[in-house]
C-alpha cells in the first residue's frame, strides 16, 4: 500500500519529474525567442528542488515503499550538491547555447531527467531503484552529449558513451543478478543480512567483481576509464562540465549503497580492488594528462586521477572513509565547475578556447578569468590554502588510518606528477606571452555567468576556512 | 596581555592589502606602490607593538590564538609566539617593508600584481612562524610556493619558466613527505595540535621514519646539501624583489621547522641522525664555499654563499644533541640553538642587503657578470661602501651581525669536538676569499667598459634602503643582548626538553 507519508518522502523526486514534464510542455508553447523564459524556469526549478531537499529532510533516516527508497543525509549532501552543479551549468551554459544555435528547451528538460536519475540512485534502497536511477541519469545524459547534431565529434562521442555506459550497466545488472541468486532478494540491507548466511559465497563473490567494474565505469577509474577523455572533448563543453561534475557525486553514492549498504560484509573483498583501482588512475591519469595539448582531455585524465583520490577514502571502510570520500567528490564537482566554467566564458562563436594554446598570455588580456583558472588549478593540485588541500588530506589521512600507508605514498607521488601539468596551464597563462594571431576573447561576458564563476572560484579560497562544517555533516551522514 | 588578536591581524593584513592592492589595478601603479608601502609599514608596526607585548621572562607560547577549523580531525587554527618566532616575523615584517621600497620603480609592468604578492607572501611568513598546529603550519608552509611562482615566473630573467617550475615541483616534493609524517603522526597521537605533538611518545622506529619524511621537507627549504641545487637556479632568475624575500626569510623557513618539528618531537631520531646532518652542514659550510668560490655570476655566488650559511644553522641546531645528551653541557647546548638562530636573523639581513646591492647594479648595466663591473669605488662611493660593509658582515667580521651567530655556533661546537669546529671555523677563510676576491674585482680596480663607469650614484630611494640593512647589521653586531635576551628563556626550554627522551 502507498501511503501518503512515502509519497512525502518521496517529495523532491515527485516534485522534480512533474516539473521537468510541466519544463518540457512549457516549452513546446513559446516561441524561440522567448527561450530564456525556460531558462530561468529551469534554475527557480532547481533552487526550489534544493529548497524541497533541506527543508524536508527528516533528522532519521527514513524509508519509503519498503524500503525501496531511502533518505538520508549522505543522500541529502550529494543530491544538493548535484542541484547546484546543475544550476551553475545552467548558468553557465546559456552565453554558449545561444552562440551556437543550440539554445533549445530539450537542453533543459533532458538535465533535469538525468539529475532526477541521480537522485533517485543516491537514494536507492534495493537494487532495482538503484538501477533505475541509474539509467535514468544515463540515458539523457547520451543524448546530451549528442546536443550538437552538426558536430561529428559530438555524435562520436555521444556514440562512444552509449555502447560503453550500456555495457557498464550490462556488467553491473550481471553483477545484481548474481547478487540476487545468492541471497534471494534485492533489498539492500537484506543482502547485507543474507551475506553470511548464504550457501553460495562464491556466487556472492563472483557477482561483486562485476558490481565493482560496473562502479568503476561509473567513476571512470582506471583500467575502465576509455570513454572519459574521448566523452569530455567531444561533448558540448557545458556538457562534458555537466559530466565531469555530477557523475561522480552519484558513483560515490552508487559505491556506498552497493557496496557497504548491500555488501558491506564483504568489504575485505573489494576494499583491495578499490585500492588496486585508486593507485592504477592515479599513476595512468596523472602521467597520460601531461601529454595532453586539448584541455578537455587534459582535464579528463586529470578526474581520472583524483577518482583515484576518492578511492583512497572509499577504500577504508569506515564511516570516515566514506565521509572523506563523500568530501572529496563534492569538492572536486565544485572545482570542475570553475575550470570548464572559464573556458565557456571565454569562448564565443567560432572559438571553443579548449586547446591549452588558448590561454596563453590570459592574464593581459583578462586577468581576473586568468585568476579564477588559476585557483581551479593550484585548488585540482591540491595546493593550500585552497579546497583541494582541505580535500587531499582528508582522503590522505583515512587512507593512512585504514592501514594503507603505500597507497597514501602512492598518490603523494603521482601529485607531484600532476603538479606539473596544473603549473603548465599557469604558466600559460600567466608566464607567456600572448599570440598575436591571437583570437580575440569574446568582447563581453555574460553578467551572470561572470558572477557566479566568481563566486565559484572565491569560494574554492573560502572554503579552506569552513571545511570543518562540512566534513562535520559529511561524517554526520555516514553516522561516524 | 592583548585583547585582540594581534598575531592574526599580522597574518590578515597584508593579504588584506595584497586584495586592495589588486584592485587598484595596472593602470594606477602609484596607488598600488603606495598602498603596499603603507601595508608593509603598519606590519611592521604592529610586529613592534607584539615585541613589546611579548614576555622575555616566562617565555613559552604568548598571545595565543585557538578557533576551531576542521575539529573532524582535531585541527584547530592555533596560533602562538616564542622569543624564536617573535625575532623572524619582525624580521619578515621588517625585510618586506625594505623590498616594497626595492622595487619602487624597478618593477614597471603589473605593479599591482607583483605588490601583491610581495604582501600574501609577507603574511604567508608571518603565519608560518605563529602556527602552533602542524596543518596549519603545512597550510602556510605550501601556500608560499604560490606567490612566490608568480614571482619568479612572470618578473624573472631569460630562464625563469625553467627556474619557477623547478623551484615549485622541488619544494613540492619535499613538502608532500612532510604531509605524509603529519597524516601518520596524526593516525597516532589523533591530533595536530603542536604541543601535544611534541610530548606524544614516538617510538624509535616512528621517529626515524617521520624524521626522514621531515628532513626532505626542510632540507629542500633550507636548503641542505645534496638537494640545494634549485636555490641557485630560482635566485638568478628571480627578480631582485623575489631574491630577497627568498634569501632572507624563505629560507629561514626551513630551518624553523627544524626547530618546530624535528628536534622537539622526535629528539631521540634527532640524535641518532645528528651525524647525518652536521656532516651534510660541513659539506655545505666547506665545499659549497669553493663552489661560490668560482661562479662568475654575481647572485649566483651569494646563492652559493646562502647555503653555506645555512649550513652553521643546521650545524648549530644539531651539535645541541652531543652538548646536551653526550656531554651534559646544558649552558653550551643552548649557545648553539642561540647562534643557530642569531645566525638566522643576522643572514636575513646580510643575504637580503647582497641581493639589494645586486638589484641595484643589474638596473644600471643589466647584468649580473662580476667581469662587467669594476671600479664601483670611483664611480659609486656610497654605494661601494654599503657594499664593502655587507661583504665584511658576510664574512663574519667582528662589529657586524655575521660575527655573533658564526661565532656563538664555532665556540659551541668547539666543546663538543673540535675537529668539527676546526671544519667549520674553515668557511670564515673560505667565505672571506669568494667574498673578498668579489669585493676586489667589483669595487677596486677600474671599470671595463664607459658604461660601468658612468653609472649613476644610488639615489635616495636605493639609498635608504640600503641604510636600513645597514642599521640593522651594524645594530645587531655591536649590541646582540636584545636579541639574546628575547630568546634565552624560549631556548632554555627547548633545550630542556631535548634532554628527555621519549623512548
Redesign the interface.
Known sequence: MISLNDLLVLLPELYLTAAACLVLLFDVFINDDQRDATHWVGIIVMLVAIFLVIHGQPPQTVTAFGGMFVRDHMAEILKVTVLIATILMFVMARPWLKDRKLFIGEFYSLSMFSVLGVMLLVSAGSLITLYLGLELFSLPAFALVALNRESKLSSEAAIKFFVLGALASGLLLFGMSLIYGATGTLDLHRIFASVGTTPHPHLLQFGLVFLVVGIGFEFGAVPFHMWLPDVYEGAPTPVAMYISAVPKLAAVGLAYRLLQVGLGPLAGDWHMMLAIMAALSLAVGNVVAIAQANFKRMLAYSTISHMGFVFLGLANPTPEGY?SALFYAVCFALMETVAFGVILALARKGFECEMIDDLKGL?RRS?WFAGMMAIAM?SLAG???LWG??AK??V??SA??GGM?WL??VA?IF??VG??YY?RV??VM??DAPDEAAEPLAAKTDPALRWLLSINGLGLIAM??F??VL??WC?AAFGA | MTTWPILSVLIWLPCLGAILVLLAGNARPRLARWLSLAFTVITFAISLWMLFQYHEGPGGFQMQEKLRWIPGINTSYHLGVDGIAVALIVLTAFVSILVVAGAWEVIKDRVHQYMAAMLVLDGLLIGVFCAMDALLFYLFFEAILIPMFFLIGAWGGPRRVYATLKFFIYTFFGSIFFLIGLLYMYHRAGTFDLPTLWNFPFTMQEQSWLFFSFLIAFAVKTPMVPVHTWLPDAHVEAPTGGSVILAAIMLKVGTYGFIRFSLPILPDASQHFAWLIIVLSLIAIIYIGYVALVQPDMKKLVAYSSIAHMGFVTLGMFIVYMLARQLHDIQMAQLGVQGAVVQMISHGFVSGALFTCIGVMYDRLHTREISAYGGLAKVMPWFAAFWVLFAMANTGLPGTSGFVGEFMVILSSFTANPWIALFAAYSLIIGAGYTLWLIKRIVWGTAPTQKAASMPEINTREGLVLGAFAVAVLAMGVWPWPLMHLMDSSVAQLVTHLMTSKV
Do not use: C, E, R, T
Request: hydrophobic share 60%; charged share 10%; glycine share 6%.
Open positions: 565521509a592574464n586577468p593550484f595546493i593550500p590554502p588541500f582541505a588530506v582528508l590522505l589521512k593512512i588510518d600507508l597514501a605514498i603523494i601529485s607531484i603538479l606539473f603549473l599557469v604558466k600567466y608566464f579552506i576556512g571545511s570543518g566534513y562535520a561524517q
